[in-house]
């Protein structure tokens, strides 16, 4: 692709991206109406294949793992991992989940425990179905699209050497002249499109948080002001560490969120009811693993569906549209792994700590009660607070959550922008700064506009049902990674029949000679 190509994807997709935004902040009960409509409309009647294709997706990692297939590495057959195991679980969770995390972590089982399908609010039932749906909507399933995605990123990126872009997974099904043409340009727009609104709405949704925090334990106000100075603080922060590169500032910084956590989860633990969380989480993963065939596919076919759709399939369309950042950039940190130890590292270990979070920070709140239970979802960036100040030293693990938002939001929006200079540079491995910060600035400047707008929630929507395209996607990831290993197999074959034929032509050889 030559630069004017190159730069075409650049430019429409900033187009793409203020046209959006700017029809969010000038018409946006239209926007709403619009996005919101579309939303229903997919989740009303495709609810069904988000089922699937996740379904599918976990089925196809852990197959592809334990095939002969599994000892292929993400590169040449020489090449070695350039990060440690904790380096590289540490940018793994940061991607992957960061805000999300400190921000459902308390509020999603507490909202299932308020609010539970097919038990009475409060019971015992009720906290096994909290934890259980907690585990589900944050366990293998994303995981194993974020997995596939990267692994074939990474597998195009660094052993056929492709540029890192969505468009060169589909070489194999569609030619490389299609590829580089404008069927390719579109793939990437929208996986550039998708990346941006899902990140400006977890920087908008950590800056709402970031504040409610600070509100709780300093009275720093609530408003407009005090947001401004939060997004502008950190944006400076997360520029600052996009521009020192990768090797630095990302990984630090995601090594210093790995390190934040674990201290905020232990120290929870041990302030927290101890027995209990740990009961918890063993009898979660059992809850889980034991009904895992189950939850994969339920839908009421014949009731209200309205639980699935705000809940199951929305977090299936959400994971769906975060799968091009997410993605594209575990495949940049995943160079010289097997595809076996990838799929295992991808699937297994974020999915563990996933289910840690939840069972010790959602065991805190439903061990208050009910009436604490209702009262802290009332308001659901707020919600973690609320628990904590129940339990001694509360307000120091608040201040810890608090701390972590921040390195999260930086790494969050710090990835982001290393991604999106990736995608709009034709998949360079070391996208410019000027690229990078300008990203940078947009994503932040989006973030703003639609919070003081009061557009978040609509852009979420609305990112949600434009990634739908992504779900289709997805299945041909499949389909082109199937077929590109099999010829990668086949080659192998013939290489190393041609070594036998070889060998064996010298000693036939040899030992005509000897007999002569």
């Given at each position: 692709m030559n630069n004017k190509q190159n730069n075409a994807v650049f430019y429409v997709s900033l187009i793409f991206v203020f046209a959006i935004v700017i029809w969010g902040i000038i018409a946006p009960n239209n926007f709403g109406t619009a996005s919101n409509g579309l939303y229903e409309y997919l989740v009303d009647h495709f609810g069904w294949f988000y089922l699937l294709s996740m379904f599918a997706l976990v089925v196809f990692s852990i197959v592809l793992a334990f095939s002969k297939y599994g000892s292929i590495k993400l590169g040449k057959d020489?090449?070695?991992?350039?990060?440690?195991?904790?380096?590289?679980?540490?940018?793994?969770?940061?991607?992957?989940?960061?805000?999300?995390?400190?921000?459902?972590?308390?509020?999603?089982?507490?909202?299932?425990?308020?609010?539970?399908?097919?038990?009475?609010?409060?019971?015992?039932?009720?906290?096994?179905?909290?934890?259980?749906?907690?585990?589900?909507?944050?366990?293998?399933?994303?995981?194993?699209?974020?997995?596939?995605?990267?692994?074939?990123?990474?597998?195009?990126?660094?052993?056929?050497?492709?540029?890192?872009?969505?468009?060169?997974?589909?070489?194999?099904?569609?030619?490389?002249?299609?590829?580089?043409?404008?069927?390719?340009?579109?793939?990437?727009?929208?996986?550039?499109?998708?990346?941006?609104?899902?990140?400006?709405?977890?920087?908008?949704?950590?800056?709402?948080?970031?504040?409610?925090?600070?509100?709780?334990?300093?009275?720093?106000?609530?408003?407009?002001?005090?947001?401004?100075?939060?997004?502008?603080?950190?944006?400076?922060?997360?520029?600052?560490s996009a521009v020192t590169g990768l090797d630095k500032g990302i990984k630090i910084l995601s090594n210093t969120n790995l390190s934040l956590a674990a201290l905020l989860m232990i120290t929870a633990l041990i302030l927290g009811p101890t027995v209990m969380i740990i009961n918890s989480f063993t009898n979660g993963i059992g809850l889980y693993l034991g009904n895992l065939i189950r939850d994969s596919f339920h839908v009421e076919a014949f009731g209200d569906n309205s639980w699935f759709g705000g809940w199951t399939i929305f977090y299936w369309a959400w994971w769906i549209a975060w799968a091009p950042f997410v993605g594209t950039f575990i495949a940049r940190i995943s160079k010289g792994r097997t595809i076996r130890e990838f799929i295992i590292g991808v699937l297994l270990v974020p999915a563990l700590g996933s289910f840690l979070w939840f069972a010790t920070f959602g065991t805190m709140g439903m061990n208050l009660g009910l009436e604490s239970a209702t009262e802290a979802v009332a308001t659901t960036e707020t919600a973690f607070f609320v628990v904590m100040s129940n339990y001694p030293l509360g307000g120091i693990i608040s201040f810890i959550a608090v701390v972590l938002l921040c390195t999260f939001f930086v790494t969050s929006a710090d990835s982001a922008t290393f991604v999106l200079g990736m995608m709009s540079s034709n998949g360079d491995l070391n996208p410019s700064n000027k690229r990078k910060i300008t990203w940078g600035i947009i994503q932040s400047l989006l973030a703003l506009a639609l919070m003081l707008g009061g557009g978040l929630g609509t852009l979420q929507t609305a990112s949600i049902a434009a990634a739908f395209p992504f779900a289709i996607i997805m299945i041909f990831v499949m389909v082109s990674l199937v077929k590109a290993l099999k010829e990668d197999s086949n080659e192998k074959a013939v290489k190393i029949e041609k070594g036998r034929s070889s060998l064996n032509r010298k000693l036939q050889i040899k030992t005509s000679i000897h007999r002569e």
């Open positions: 020489d090449s070695t991992p350039d990060y440690s195991y904790i380096s590289w679980f540490a940018m793994l969770f940061s991607a992957g989940m960061g805000i999300g995390l400190v921000f459902w972590g308390v509020a999603e089982p507490l909202n299932h425990f308020v609010v539970p399908l097919g038990a009475d609010p409060g019971t015992a039932a009720a906290a096994d179905f909290a934890i259980k749906k907690s585990f589900f909507h944050w366990g293998l399933h994303p995981w194993a699209n974020y997995s596939v995605l990267a692994l074939a990123l990474a597998y195009f990126q660094f052993r056929k050497n492709k540029p890192g872009l969505i468009s060169s997974i589909f070489i194999p099904l569609l030619g490389e002249d299609r590829v580089q043409g404008p069927i390719g340009h579109v793939i990437d727009i929208l996986a550039i499109f998708a990346t941006v609104a899902g990140v400006a709405t977890s920087l908008g949704l950590g800056t709402l948080q970031i504040n409610s925090g600070l509100n709780h334990m300093f009275n720093v106000p609530i408003n407009n002001h005090t947001q401004i100075i939060i997004i502008a603080t950190v944006t400076v922060l997360f520029m600052l």
